[in-house]
């Protein structure tokens, strides 16, 4: 039997977050700079339902009877055997690595996740198609979030630039021009289950106020489709701007998102914001192409942990 292999991209959100987990829309991007990869060696002589698991980066390396029944790999692994109606499966090796920064909102988890789903979906014969991955993907992003909007499982997925929003049907964006984006990490770790969890509190305590916020996110996602399937990016920067201002409102940004959002706008970006849960993590500048390097330099001058230029197409 062959090594099975699959990828999975990270991700960043353009516009949403947060309002997304109560219904409104929001667009998120595949970032492939970034990448988690899983691959499955079969073990041909171990016992069956021997699964041996490595991730180099978290430390682990471990059989999967040894984790705990609610570890994020154990429930993908069970997810997809039960989805088989399968007890076991013949015995391997899970190798896992990933490029993509932990708890800095670019969908680490999810990446993970897909990849796995694929990977070993794949080596038990029956490769699973995007729908069923990004469901099950969703289950384990239920152990991470909370209560996950389903976002990042999608986008990372069908590695498409998305418009979301939970119930609907997935939309994949088609932009007539690239967007180039300038990704700025703060180095902070900050996972999303915390951010999200406070703004439900918040919520919770004054839905009046929080619900109102929401509308206005959602009204912003609804303008910057129509401004990115019409190219015009200067308004997308404009609407990027607004967007962060009603994150600050509900408490998810903080002094240093607010310093590279700041230094990336005055480097010349047409907008940034932060992007994905917040606290920490990473935010995002849309740039022309020629501004591109001159932001990343910026940010990286002003503490930036790191920076990564991608671009976005509509063949992303």
């Known amino acids: 039997m062959p090594a099975f292999s699959a990828s999975a991209p990270g991700k960043s959100i353009l516009f949403g ?11 998120a991007v595949p970032v492939r700079q970034v990448q988690a ?6 073990k041909p002589k171990s016992q069956p339902g021997n699964i041996h698991i490595q991730a ?20 993908a692994i ?26 800095a909102g670019m969908g680490s988890g999810a990446a993970v996740s897909v990849a ?10 029956k490769p699973f198609p995007p729908e069923q991955v990004s469901a099950l993907a969703y289950e384990v992003e239920k152990l991470y979030h909370g209560t996950p909007s389903g976002i990042d499982n ?3 997925t069908y590695t498409k630039p998305i418009y979301f929003q939970r119930g609907q049907p ?25 951010a999200v969890g406070d703004v439900r509190q918040a919520w919770l ?73 917040g606290r920490g993590g990473n935010m995002i500048a849309l740039a022309t192409a020629g501004e591109a390097v001159q932001i990343s330099d910026q940010l990286l001058e002003v503490g930036a942990h790191r920076t990564i230029i991608t671009q976005i197409g509509a063949q992303s």
């Open 154 to 156: 999608t986008v990372v």
């Open 56 to 75: 180099p980066a978290i430390g682990l390396d471990t059989d999967l009877l040894d984790l705990a029944p609610n570890h994020p790999l154990a429930v």
């Open 116 to 125: 796995l789903i694929r990977a070993f979906s794949a080596y038990l014969g």
């Open 170 to 194: 997935i939309e994949i964006l088609h932009l007539p021009a690239s967007l180039t984006l300038v990704i700025g990490d703060t180095g902070i770790i900050s996972p999303t289950a915390k």
């Open 205 to 277: 305590a004054d839905p009046g106020y929080y619900e109102g916020l929401f509308d206005e996110i959602g009204a912003i996602v609804q303008q910057a489709r129509s401004a990115l399937e019409s190219g015009q990016l200067e308004k997308c920067g404009t609407l990027m701007d607004s967007n962060h201002a009603l994150l600050c409102e509900l408490d998810v940004s903080s002094p240093e998102l607010n310093r590279l959002v700041e230094t990336a706008r005055k480097a010349g970006a047409l907008g940034a914001k932060l992007s994905g849960g």
């Open 37 to 42: 990869k899983v691959i499955v060696t079969p």
């Open 17 to 27: 977050e947060h309002a997304v987990v109560y219904g409104k829309p929001a667009i």
């Open 78 to 103: 069970d997810l997809v055997l039960s989805h088989l109606k399968l007890s076991y499966a013949p015995g391997c090796n899970l190798r896992i690595t990933s490029t993509i920064p932990l708890a």
